[in-house]
């Protein structure tokens, strides 16, 4: 009886990781952490990009993240890396383009925040490689970084409301 439950529990763990995996043509980018991916089977599908937090498109840097992430992804085929959905309806994952984290290289170009508030989601050695890529960000003065005080997106989308 034992066996059988550790093989069922290992199989749904398979099926899982086999359904957290996409890929897909990038076929829109809306801003510095969300784009549009055409499926297999021709359908759209909104993706969020996991673990960080770009400017808004009226914040400054807004258009340059978006540009950077399009430099990264549009046009290309990219494998998403994740399972969780947002309460808008889009995929919250990690997008690789040509084994190049798209998400990771928005922060280290100093064009997204690593979000911490939802660090937890991620794998231990990407929350790390974010935290320490925007702590470089930072000390190089890449990109926001630039500004004496950048405003985060979620305290400018806070204070907008």
């Known amino acids: 009886m034992t066996a059988r439950i550790l093989l069922a529990a290992l199989l749904s763990i398979a099926s899982a990781t086999a359904d957290a995996d996409a890929s897909g043509l990038v076929v829109g980018v ?4 969300t784009l549009t991916v055409l499926e297999a089977d021709h359908s759209q599908r909104r993706i969020r990009l996991a673990g960080i937090d770009a400017p808004e498109k009226s914040q400054a840097f807004g258009d340059r993240s978006k540009r950077a992430l ?9 494998v998403l890396v994740g399972s969780k959905v ?6 919250v994952a990690k997008v690789v383009v040509g084994g190049v984290d798209c ?9 997204a925040w690593h979000y911490k508030d939802y660090e937890r989601e991620q794998l231990a050695e990407d929350r790390a490689a974010y935290a320490t890529a925007e702590s470089e960000a930072r000390d190089r003065r890449s990109g926001l970084w630039r500004d004496d ?13």
């Open 30 to 33: 809306s801003d510095g952490d």
């Open 149 to 161: 005080e950048p405003l985060a997106p979620w305290a400018y989308r806070r204070d907008r409301r």
């Open 103 to 111: 998400n990771l290289r928005q922060v280290a170009l100093g064009l």
């Open 70 to 78: 399009s430099d990264c992804a549009f046009g290309r085929q990219a």
């Open 86 to 91: 947002d309460r808008y309806g889009r995929l």
